[in-house]
C-alpha cells in the first residue's frame, strides 16, 4: 500500500519513540489575562496534543455577549471559578461577533504539539485524529470511477529534487493515489470523545451502559455525534461526490471527495464549524469566503464554499480543497529515529520554498498563523502549504487560530502580525531540527543552549537565526518574510559551505561588495626593509579595515532613494556637498519629504563623515538618530555605523559590541563576520586582554567562515592564516592562502606570505630540510616580473645558510636550491649576488652602501 496522504492522518497514529507524554491544555485568553486548562489522563483525554483558545478583542473591551468558560483542572473537575471569555468581533466580520466556547482538543498526529484556538478548536486535515481504523483501499465502500483518476500512467520519474534556491539535493516523495487514503471503518475512538463546548468527556462506557458515539452532553446539553455526517455516494451541493473518511478532527469528519461537474478531480471538503453551532456557522461562511482569491503556487487552492444540511437538518458549512497527496513534514520528521532530527540544510529548504507564500498572504494583509510541520506538505513535485483554516486579517479580532509550541506569545494582544508569523517559522525550523522538548504535549517555549543541542553548537549563525526568529519581542524579529528568507538562504551557504568543502557565495542586498581589502600585504611588506632599510611591522590598523569594510545600501525601493542617487559620490566631501542639496530638494518636494529621508539621509552623511576619518560628527549625527528612531528595521545600520567610528576611536572592544548586534540582526550575512574578525584580532594586537585565546578563537572563526562562503573576500583568508600561524597550524595557514584564486590581484602576496610562514614556522635549526626546498620551490614558481622575488631569493637562500651553520646537513650529498648544490659556499655565492642586485634599486646612497657591505661581508671566501 502507499505511504497514506497527510488527509488521512490523524492523532490516533501509532506515537513514535520520543513523544511527549499525553496531556492537553485548554485556555481561554483575554485581552489582560490568560488561563489555562488542563484535561485529564488519558483514557479521559485526547492525545498529546493541546489546543486552547485566544480571543482577542478591541482596546481589551468586551463583546456584546459573555459566554462562560468552565476552568478545569488537570483532574477533569472544574476549578472552583468559571472564567469568563467574552465575545469579540472580527474586523473583517462585518457582522455580529461569534461567540467564544471551550472546545475539546482532538489533537494532531501522535508526537506534535496540540493546535492553539482562538475562539475554538482548529481542524486542519493534516494534524487532525484519526479514528481507529485501518486505511486501506475500500473498493465495496468507494464507488466505481474511471481508473486514470486513482492511477498514474507510468514514466520515469527523477530521484531527487533541489530546493532551497537549487543548493540543497531532496529525496522524491513518491505520489500517494487519493483511493488509497480512505479509511475503512471511521470510528472515533472512546478515549478522544470530548464534548465540544464544555469539553467534558462524553459517550464513555460506564459500569451500567455502553459507550456511546452520539447523543447529549450531561454537563452543558449540547448534542454531539462522532459518527460521520457524510457517506460515500453522497453529494454535497449536487457536485462533490463522496468517497470516506480521511480524518477526524476538532469540528468533525474530513472527507475525501470527487467533484462531478470539474474532471472528476479529487477534492477534500472540511467542515467550518462544529455542526452544533448554527450561529457561527453563519459568520464562518461570510469571513472565509476571501480565501478563495488566494492564488500562490505554494499554497493549496480554495475550490469553493458550499453548505450541506446535517443529521438535524440544519445547514452545515464546508470548505472544498484541493487534494494534495503527498507527505507533511511531521511524517518526513517522524522518519528520522530519536533524537536524531533532520538535517539542517534539508530543512532549511523546505522552510525557504514556503517563505514566500507567506511574503505573498502578508501582501494581501493577511496571516497564514498556524505554520508548523503538520500544515507543510512535500509532493513529488512542490512543497505546499495546506489549511487555510487559521487564516486572518493583520490585527483582526475575535477566533484566532494557531497551535500551542509554535504560536507567538502576544498574538492574544496585538492579533495577527507579520511578527507572529515570523515566530512560527522559527518555532517550525527549531522543531525540524532541534530535539525540542515538551511538556504536557507542547513543545516548551524558548530555542536550547548550544550546550544541550549539538547543531546549534556546530552551526552558530543557524542559533542566531533562530533566536532572532523567536525573539520575545515581536519588534526584534525579522521584520519581513523576504528579509526571513534572504538571511536564512545566506545561513545556508555557510553551512553548505563546510559540510561540502566548496564555496557558496551570495550577493547581498544590504551591503555593498568590500570596499578594498586590508591585512593581505603586512607580512611581506617587512621584506622592502632590504630594499629601503625602512622597519616595518605586521600590524593591522584600523584605518584600513574601516576603509575596506562593507557599507550598508538603501532600499531601491524606498521613496528617499531618488532624492539621494546623486550623492553617491566616491569624495566624502563631495557627497556632503550632494547630500546637503538633497535636504534642500527633499524640502522642496510636493507634500514634504518622503517619512524615511531623514533616517536615510542622516546615514548618508554619517558614512560621509567616516570615510573622512572623522568618527566624532559621525558619532554626533548617530546619536541623535538613535534617540528620534524607533526600531526596528533601521537600527542595525545605525549599530554598524557606530561601530566603524568606534574602530576609528580605537575603542575596539565596544565595536566588537556594536557589529555583533549587526550579527544578531542579520545572522546570514558575511559583513558583520568579517568586521568581528578583524576587531577580534585588533584587539589581540593593540590591548592587553585578560582572555586572549578568546579573541583569538572569535578571529579565526568569523575569518574562517567569510572565507568558507566567499572566495572573494581574500581579507578573510589572510586573517585566518595569521590566526593559524600564532596557533601553529602552519600547514593549515598555508593552505588557507593557497586558496587564493590565481585570478585574484592578490594571489602573488598570498603565495608570499606563505613562504614566509614556511621560513618562520620554527627556529632555523628546527627546520625541516622539506620546508627549505618547498620555500625555494615557491619563490621560483612567483608570477614572472614580480618585483619582490629576490628578496625572497636572499630570505630563502640566508635561512638555508644559518640552517647548515646550525650543523644540520641535508638529506642528500646532491641536494640543490635554486638549482645550485646545497652547500654553504653556493649558497654565500647566491646571497651576494641577490643584495647586490637588490642594491642597483635602493633608493637611497646609505642603503646602497649596506647593501653592498652586507654582501661583501657574506660572500664566499677564496683562497689563492
Same mark, same amino acid.
Given at each position: 500500500?502507499?505511504?497514506?496522504?497527510? !488527509?488521512?492522518?490523524?492523532?490516533?497514529?501509532?506515537?513514535?519513540?520520543?513523544?511527549?507524554?499525553?496531556?492537553?491544555?485548554?485556555?481561554?485568553?483575554?485581552?489582560?489575562?490568560?488561563?489555562?486548562?488542563?484535561?485529564?489522563?488519558?483514557?479521559?483525554?485526547?492525545?498529546?496534543?493541546?489546543? /486552547?483558545?485566544?480571543?482577542?478583542?478591541?482596546?481589551?473591551?468586551?463583546?456584546?455577549?459573555?459566554?462562560?468558560?468552565?476552568?478545569?483542572?488537570?483532574?477533569?473537575?472544574?476549578?472552583?471559578?468559571?472564567?469568563?471569555?467574552?465575545?469579540?468581533?472580527?474586523?473583517?466580520?462585518?457582522?455580529?461577533?461569534?461567540?467564544?466556547?471551550?472546545?475539546?482538543?482532538?489533537?494532531?498526529?501522535?508526537?506534535?504539539?496540540?493546535?492553539?484556538?482562538?475562539?475554538?478548536?482548529?481542524?486542519?486535515?493534516?494534524?487532525?485524529?484519526?479514528?481507529?481504523?485501518?486505511?486501506?483501499?475500500?473498493?465495496?465502500?468507494?464507488?466505481?470511477?474511471?481508473?486514470?483518476?486513482?492511477?498514474?500512467?507510468?514514466?520515469?520519474?527523477?530521484?531527487?529534487?533541489?530546493?532551497?534556491?537549487?543548493?540543497?539535493?531532496?529525496?522524491?516523495?513518491?505520489?500517494?493515489?487519493?483511493?488509497?487514503?480512505?479509511?475503512?471503518?471511521?470510528?472515533?475512538?472512546?478515549?478522544?470523545?470530548? *464534548?465540544?463546548?464544555?469539553?467534558?468527556?462524553?459517550?464513555?462506557?460506564?459500569?451500567?451502559?455502553?459507550?456511546?458515539?452520539?447523543?447529549?452532553?450531561?454537563? *452543558?446539553?449540547? &448534542?454531539?455525534?462522532?459518527?460521520?455526517?457524510? +457517506?460515500?455516494?453522497?453529494?454535497?451541493?449536487?457536485?462533490?461526490?463522496?468517497?470516506?473518511?480521511?480524518?477526524?478532527?476538532?469540528?468533525?469528519?474530513?472527507?475525501?471527495?470527487?467533484?462531478?461537474?470539474?474532471?472528476?478531480?479529487?477534492?477534500?471538503?472540511?467542515?467550518?464549524?462544529?455542526?452544533?453551532?448554527?450561529?457561527?456557522?453563519?459568520?464562518?461562511?461570510?469571513?472565509?469566503?476571501?480565501?478563495?482569491? @488566494?492564488?500562490?503556487?505554494?499554497?493549496?487552492?480554495? +475550490?469553493?464554499?458550499?453548505?450541506?444540511?446535517?443529521?438535524?437538518?440544519?445547514?452545515?458549512?464546508?470548505?472544498?480543497? =484541493?487534494?494534495?497527496?503527498?507527505?507533511?513534514?511531521?511524517?518526513?520528521?517522524?522518519?528520522?529515529?530519536?533524537?536524531?532530527?533532520?538535517?539542517?540544510?534539508?530543512?532549511?529548504?523546505?522552510?525557504?520554498?514556503?517563505?514566500?507564500?507567506?511574503?505573498?498572504? +502578508?501582501?494581501?494583509?493577511?496571516? /497564514?498563523?498556524?505554520?508548523?510541520?503538520?500544515?507543510?506538505? $512535500?509532493? =513529488?513535485?512542490? @512543497?505546499?502549504?495546506?489549511?487555510?483554516?487559521? @487564516?486572518?486579517?493583520? #490585527?483582526?479580532?475575535?477566533?484566532? /487560530?494557531?497551535?500551542?509550541?509554535?504560536?507567538? &506569545?502576544?498574538?492574544?494582544?496585538?492579533?495577527?502580525?507579520?511578527?507572529?508569523?515570523?515566530?512560527?517559522?522559527?518555532?517550525?525550523?527549531? @522543531?525540524?531540527?532541534?530535539?525540542?522538548?515538551?511538556?504536557?504535549?507542547?513543545?516548551?517555549?524558548?530555542?536550547?543552549?548550544?550546550?544541550?543541542?549539538?547543531?546549534?553548537?556546530? !552551526?552558530?549563525?543557524?542559533?542566531?537565526?533562530?533566536?532572532?526568529?523567536?525573539?520575545?519581542?515581536?519588534?526584534?524579529?525579522?521584520?519581513?518574510?523576504?528579509?526571513?528568507?534572504?538571511?536564512?538562504?545566506?545561513?545556508?551557504?555557510?553551512?553548505?559551505?563546510?559540510?561540502?568543502?566548496? #564555496?557558496?557565495?551570495?550577493?547581498?542586498?544590504?551591503?555593498?561588495?568590500?570596499?578594498?581589502?586590508?591585512?593581505?600585504?603586512?607580512?611581506?611588506?617587512?621584506?622592502?626593509?632590504?630594499?629601503?632599510?625602512?622597519?616595518?611591522?605586521?600590524?593591522?590598523?584600523?584605518?584600513?579595515?574601516?576603509?575596506?569594510?562593507? $557599507?550598508?545600501?538603501?532600499?531601491?525601493?524606498?521613496?528617499?532613494?531618488?532624492?539621494?542617487?546623486?550623492?553617491? +559620490?566616491?569624495?566624502?566631501?563631495?557627497?556632503?556637498?550632494?547630500?546637503?542639496?538633497?535636504?534642500?530638494?527633499?524640502?522642496?518636494?510636493?507634500?514634504?519629504?518622503?517619512?524615511?529621508?531623514?533616517?536615510?539621509?542622516?546615514?548618508?552623511?554619517?558614512?560621509?563623515?567616516?570615510?573622512?576619518?572623522?568618527?566624532?560628527?559621525?558619532?554626533?549625527?548617530?546619536?541623535?538618530?538613535?534617540?528620534?528612531?524607533?526600531?526596528?528595521?533601521?537600527?542595525?545600520?545605525?549599530?554598524?555605523?557606530?561601530?566603524?567610528?568606534?574602530?576609528?576611536?580605537?575603542? /575596539?572592544?565596544?565595536?566588537?559590541?556594536?557589529?555583533?548586534?549587526?550579527?544578531?540582526?542579520?545572522?546570514? #550575512?558575511?559583513?558583520?563576520?568579517?568586521?568581528?574578525?578583524?576587531?577580534?584580532?585588533?584587539?589581540?594586537?593593540?590591548?592587553?586582554?585578560?582572555?586572549?585565546?578568546?579573541?583569538?578563537?572569535?578571529?579565526?572563526?568569523?575569518?574562517?567562515?567569510?572565507?568558507?562562503?566567499?572566495?572573494?573576500? $581574500?581579507?578573510?583568508?589572510?586573517?585566518?592564516?595569521?590566526?593559524?600561524?600564532?596557533?601553529?597550524?602552519?600547514?593549515?595557514?598555508?593552505?588557507?592562502?593557497?586558496?587564493?584564486?590565481?585570478?585574484?590581484?592578490?594571489?602573488?602576496?598570498?603565495?608570499?606570505?606563505?613562504?614566509?610562514?614556511?621560513?618562520?614556522?620554527?627556529?632555523?635549526?628546527?627546520?625541516?630540510?622539506?620546508?627549505?626546498?618547498?620555500?625555494?620551490?615557491?619563490?621560483? %614558481?612567483?608570477?614572472?616580473?614580480?618585483?619582490?622575488?629576490?628578496?625572497?631569493?636572499?630570505?630563502?637562500?640566508?635561512?638555508?645558510?644559518?640552517?647548515?651553520? %646550525?650543523?644540520?646537513?641535508?638529506?642528500?650529498?646532491?641536494?640543490?636550491?635554486?638549482?645550485?648544490?646545497?652547500?654553504?659556499?653556493?649558497?654565500?655565492?647566491?646571497?651576494?649576488?641577490?643584495?647586490?642586485?637588490?642594491?642597483?634599486?635602493?633608493?637611497?646612497?646609505?642603503?646602497?652602501?649596506?647593501? $653592498?657591505?652586507?654582501?661583501?661581508?657574506?660572500?664566499?671566501?677564496?683562497?689563492?
Amino acid at each position: 500500500m502507499s505511504e497514506p496522504s497527510e !488527509h488521512q492522518r490523524g492523532s490516533d497514529d501509532a506515537p513514535t519513540p520520543g513523544d511527549a507524554e499525553e496531556g492537553a491544555t485548554e485556555a481561554t485568553v483575554r485581552p489582560a489575562r490568560t488561563e489555562l486548562t488542563f484535561r485529564p489522563a488519558p483514557s479521559d483525554e485526547p492525545d498529546g496534543n493541546t489546543e /486552547y483558545a485566544t480571543r482577542r478583542t478591541p482596546s481589551g473591551k468586551p463583546g456584546g455577549d459573555t459566554e462562560y468558560a468552565t476552568r478545569r483542572t488537570p483532574s477533569g473537575e472544574p476549578g472552583g471559578d468559571a472564567e469568563y471569555a467574552r465575545r469579540g468581533k472580527r474586523a473583517d466580520a462585518g457582522g455580529g461577533g461569534t461567540e467564544l466556547t471551550p472546545r475539546p482538543t482532538t489533537g494532531e498526529p501522535t508526537g506534535s504539539p496540540g493546535t492553539v484556538a482562538v475562539g475554538g478548536t482548529p481542524d486542519g486535515w493534516d494534524g487532525t485524529e484519526t479514528a481507529d481504523a485501518t486505511p486501506g483501499r475500500t473498493e465495496p465502500r468507494v464507488p466505481t470511477r474511471p481508473s486514470q483518476r486513482s492511477g498514474r500512467m507510468t514514466r520515469p520519474r527523477p530521484t531527487v529534487r533541489r530546493l532551497g534556491a537549487g543548493l540543497v539535493t531532496i529525496p522524491t516523495v513518491e505520489p500517494v493515489d487519493p483511493a488509497e487514503v480512505v479509511m475503512q471503518d471511521p470510528v472515533v475512538a472512546e478515549g478522544r470523545r470530548f *464534548c465540544w463546548r464544555c469539553g467534558k468527556p462524553v459517550g464513555r462506557a460506564t459500569p451500567t451502559r455502553p459507550s456511546t458515539t452520539a447523543g447529549t452532553c450531561e454537563t *452543558c446539553g449540547a &448534542p454531539y455525534d462522532f459518527r460521520p455526517s457524510l +457517506h460515500p455516494g453522497d453529494r454535497v451541493a449536487g457536485q462533490y461526490e463522496i468517497q470516506g473518511c480521511l480524518a477526524h478532527g476538532g469540528l468533525g469528519w474530513i472527507y475525501l471527495a470527487i467533484d462531478r461537474n470539474v474532471s472528476d478531480r479529487w477534492v477534500v471538503l472540511k467542515g467550518l464549524l462544529h455542526a452544533g453551532d448554527t450561529e457561527a456557522q453563519a459568520v464562518a461562511m461570510a469571513e472565509r469566503q476571501f480565501l478563495a482569491e @488566494v492564488v500562490h503556487p505554494s499554497i493549496v487552492k480554495i +475550490h469553493n464554499f458550499v453548505e450541506h444540511p446535517g443529521p438535524d437538518g440544519n445547514p452545515v458549512g464546508y470548505i472544498v480543497m =484541493e487534494y494534495v497527496g503527498g507527505r507533511s513534514l511531521r511524517n518526513l520528521l517522524d522518519a528520522h529515529p530519536t533524537p536524531e532530527r533532520m538535517p539542517v540544510t534539508e530543512a532549511i529548504a523546505y522552510v525557504l520554498e514556503v517563505l514566500p507564500a507567506l511574503d505573498y498572504l +502578508h501582501s494581501l494583509g493577511l496571516a /497564514y498563523n498556524d505554520l508548523k510541520p503538520d500544515n507543510i506538505m $512535500v509532493t =513529488e513535485d512542490r @512543497v505546499e502549504l495546506i489549511d487555510l483554516g487559521a @487564516v486572518a486579517a493583520f #490585527e483582526s479580532y475575535g477566533n484566532l /487560530y494557531g497551535t500551542r509550541g509554535f504560536q507567538a &506569545p502576544e498574538i492574544a494582544r496585538t492579533g495577527p502580525t507579520v511578527a507572529s508569523d515570523i515566530y512560527t517559522v522559527g518555532r517550525t525550523l527549531a @522543531v525540524l531540527t532541534l530535539n525540542m522538548p515538551m511538556q504536557q504535549g507542547a513543545y516548551c517555549d524558548g530555542i536550547p543552549n548550544p550546550d544541550e543541542q549539538p547543531v546549534l553548537a556546530r !552551526h552558530e549563525f543557524f542559533h542566531r537565526l533562530l533566536l532572532r526568529a523567536t525573539d520575545p519581542d515581536p519588534a526584534r524579529r525579522f521584520p519581513t518574510a523576504r528579509v526571513f528568507a534572504n538571511q536564512l538562504t545566506g545561513v545556508l551557504r555557510e553551512i553548505l559551505a563546510v559540510e561540502t568543502g566548496t #564555496e557558496h557565495p551570495q550577493l547581498s542586498t544590504l551591503f555593498s561588495p568590500p570596499r578594498t581589502c586590508f591585512g593581505t600585504a603586512e607580512y611581506v611588506a617587512q621584506t622592502d626593509g632590504l630594499v629601503d632599510g625602512l622597519e616595518r611591522d605586521t600590524l593591522l590598523r584600523a584605518r584600513d579595515v574601516a576603509a575596506a569594510l562593507q $557599507v550598508p545600501l538603501i532600499d531601491p525601493a524606498d521613496p528617499s532613494a531618488p532624492l539621494l542617487a546623486g550623492a553617491a +559620490h566616491p569624495e566624502p566631501r563631495h557627497a556632503l556637498d550632494e547630500l546637503r542639496h538633497a535636504r534642500q530638494r527633499a524640502g522642496a518636494e510636493p507634500g514634504g519629504a518622503p517619512a524615511s529621508f531623514e533616517l536615510e539621509v542622516t546615514l548618508a552623511e554619517a558614512r560621509a563623515h567616516l570615510d573622512l576619518g572623522e568618527p566624532a560628527a559621525a558619532r554626533l549625527l548617530l546619536d541623535r538618530l538613535g534617540d528620534t528612531t524607533a526600531p526596528p528595521a533601521s537600527d542595525w545600520r545605525i549599530d554598524w555605523y557606530l561601530g566603524v567610528a568606534e574602530l576609528l576611536d580605537r575603542d /575596539y572592544e565596544r565595536a566588537f559590541g556594536r557589529f555583533d548586534a549587526v550579527l544578531q540582526a542579520l545572522p546570514g #550575512e558575511i559583513a558583520p563576520k568579517l568586521a568581528l574578525a578583524a576587531t577580534a584580532e585588533l584587539i589581540l594586537q593593540h590591548w592587553d586582554s585578560d582572555d586572549p585565546e578568546q579573541w583569538r578563537a572569535y578571529a579565526e572563526q568569523y575569518y574562517a567562515t567569510v572565507w568558507r562562503t566567499d572566495r572573494g573576500v $581574500v581579507a578573510a583568508a589572510f586573517g585566518l592564516a595569521r590566526q593559524l600561524a600564532a596557533a601553529d597550524a602552519i600547514a593549515a595557514a598555508v593552505r588557507a592562502l593557497d586558496q587564493v584564486p590565481p585570478a585574484s590581484r592578490y594571489y602573488a602576496d598570498a603565495r608570499m606570505t606563505a613562504i614566509l610562514m614556511l621560513l618562520t614556522s620554527a627556529p632555523v635549526d628546527e627546520l625541516d630540510e622539506a620546508t627549505l626546498h618547498l620555500a625555494a620551490a615557491r619563490v621560483q %614558481a612567483l608570477p614572472p616580473g614580480e618585483s619582490r622575488t629576490g628578496q625572497l631569493r636572499v630570505l630563502v637562500l640566508g635561512t638555508a645558510l644559518g640552517w647548515l651553520q %646550525a650543523g644540520r646537513t641535508p638529506k642528500s650529498p646532491d641536494a640543490e636550491i635554486f638549482r645550485a648544490p646545497f652547500t654553504e659556499r653556493e649558497l654565500r655565492r647566491g646571497i651576494e649576488a641577490d643584495l647586490r642586485a637588490l642594491a642597483r634599486t635602493a633608493p637611497g646612497r646609505n642603503h646602497r652602501y649596506a647593501l $653592498v657591505d652586507l654582501a661583501n661581508a657574506i660572500r664566499a671566501k677564496s683562497w689563492i
